[in-house]
């Protein structure tokens, strides 16, 4: 980010980075959430085609979801993340921001310190989001019309109740959203910061757009590809069980091991292409936001 000619306290830097951070996840979800259901219904489907929820592809999936269960039921789920991606992005950039500050004062190469915050704040953004994110996946796996879904305060209470807030209740696949997380942030900041320092930075105000936009694109669609087998097992883990009543999916790496025995190596890719879909260009939502509502920031504050 260019010099703004201001000097602000460390703490208004901080503010400012928050306030960046939550709004780049609240544009971002709201624009990008039915893709990240339609991943979820593919991670959690069972490898039987005779069911009738089973979905070809993309295509395939909205048709059946908007025939079976409304234009809304696109949305379901969209509560959870809302209330957890405002903050946590706001966690994510602000932790990245600070992890990233600490490795270039310890003296660090700026590509290290970039790769080693992102991680960083991947696994500190994992920590506050995984409750979250066991409600949405409750909300996304219910297949019944948009009408008739469960609140997602009935959710959270329902789960709470029954299964509490440790590791069986709201913190269920904690371990694989640490895996997922780190594994993303730390592609995903190492990758853009470094290429912005590669990728020369055009005078044409367009131009620096696209360059953010095709660099970010590229961040988000690398960063994917890499965690998506912790993202499959956090959803098993968390998503409803073949068997009521049995707990198939346990703990990360195990459920990793048995999805790859059982349905083979692609089964860990399941729902890469909405994924892709939603964290490519979502992922240059949010750094393009966060940029942009950051230098304004400082510049105007």
């Not at 260019?2 to 544009?27: E, I, R, Y």
């Not at 994992?126 to 994110?133: T, V």
């Not at 209740?169 to 371990?175: D, E, F, Q």
């Not at 044409?204 to 953010?212: C, I, S, V, W």
Request: net charge positive; charged share 20%; aromatic share 12%.
């Amino acid at each position: 980010m260019g010099d703004t000619g201001k000097t602000h306290s460390a703490l208004k830097l901080s503010c400012m980075q928050f306030a960046a951070g939550g709004s780049a996840g609240l544009v971002e979800v709201s624009l990008m959430h039915p893709l990240d259901l339609i991943k979820t219904r593919f991670q959690i489907q069972s490898a039987t085609a005779g069911d009738p929820h089973y979905y070809t592809s993309v295509g395939d999936c909205m048709k059946k979801m908007y025939r079976a269960e409304g234009f809304f039921s696109f949305w379901k789920g969209i509560l959870p993340p809302i209330l957890s991606d405002t903050p946590k992005r706001a966690i994510k950039f602000l932790t990245f921001e600070q992890y990233k500050g600490i490795g270039l004062y310890l003296g660090a190469l700026p590509g290290i310190a970039f790769t080693a915050a992102g991680l960083c704040s991947g696994l500190t953004e994992a920590i506050f989001i995984n409750p979250f994110e066991v409600v949405k996946v409750k909300l996304q796996a219910q297949r019944g019309s948009y009408k008739d879904r469960q609140s997602t305060y009935s959710a959270a209470r329902e789960i709470l109740r029954a299964d509490g807030f440790g590791l069986r209740g709201l913190n269920k696949g904690l371990s694989a959203t640490l895996f997922r997380n780190g594994i993303f942030n730390m592609i995903y900041f190492g990758y853009y910061f470094n290429m912005k320092l590669i990728v020369p930075e055009p005078s044409d105000g367009r131009l620096e757009l696209l360059r953010r936009f095709v660099l970010g694109l590229s961040a988000g669609t690398l960063a994917s590809c890499a965690n998506i087998p912790f993202d499959v097992a956090k959803s098993r883990i968390q998503g409803p069980q073949p068997v009521p009543g049995q707990i198939k999916y346990k703990s990360t790496i195990p459920s990793v091991m048995m999805v790859y025995r059982e349905e083979g190596a692609r089964a860990l890719y399941k729902g890469l292409v909405p994924k892709v879909l939603r964290l490519g260009p979502g992922g240059a939502i949010l750094l393009i936001v966060y940029e942009y509502f950051y230098e304004w920031m400082r510049y105007n504050l």
